[in-house]
């Protein structure tokens, strides 16, 4: 048996004991008032009464069980939702910054080219007004 497992059964053996004490103490209340009971007649009353406050508790524990699989498959099912959405806008993200990166260095080699034939277009027509005048 694994810790979990163990953990779970020892859970489940405490909420009983509880449940138990709680339909025994809620049995008695109930009989207490009525005196014309025998002793035979107030424990078999006690006992159908604690019977069915266990019933009704563990109606009660396996309706929450129920719900609480509902709402932990409702939050999973959002949670994938929400990370798929946070992974698209990182994705998108990423992308934009790629795409500006890859447009600054186009303009930059642009630029360094505009650069570059301006200077050999200076050195040819400073090159040529040196032979000009010689």
């Known amino acids: 048996m694994d810790t979990r497992t163990l953990i779970n059964e020892i859970e489940g053996h405490l909420l009983l004991t509880a449940a138990r004490a709680e339909g025994r103490a809620a049995a008695a209340r109930i009989t207490a008032p009525i005196d014309w009971l025998t002793t035979g ?3 078999e009353l006690e006992r159908r009464f604690e019977a069915e406050y ?3 508790a563990r109606d009660s524990w ?3 069980a129920v719900r609480a699989e ?3 498959r409702e939050y999973e099912k959002a949670y994938r939702g ?3 959405r946070v992974l ?3 994705l998108l993200g990423w992308a ?3 795409a500006a990166g890859v447009l600054v260095l186009s303009l930059v ?3 360094m080219a505009d650069v570059g034939h301006a200077t050999r277009a200076d050195s040819a027509r400073v090159a040529g007004a040196d032979s000009g005048h010689t």
């Open 54 to 56: 266990l019933e009704l």
């Open 96 to 98: 934009v910054v790629m």
């Open 82 to 84: 929400l990370r798929r």
């Open 109 to 111: 080699q642009t630029q």
């Open 88 to 90: 698209a806008g990182c």
């Open 70 to 72: 509902q709402l932990r």
């Open 41 to 43: 007649q107030r424990e």
């Open 62 to 64: 396996q309706r929450t």
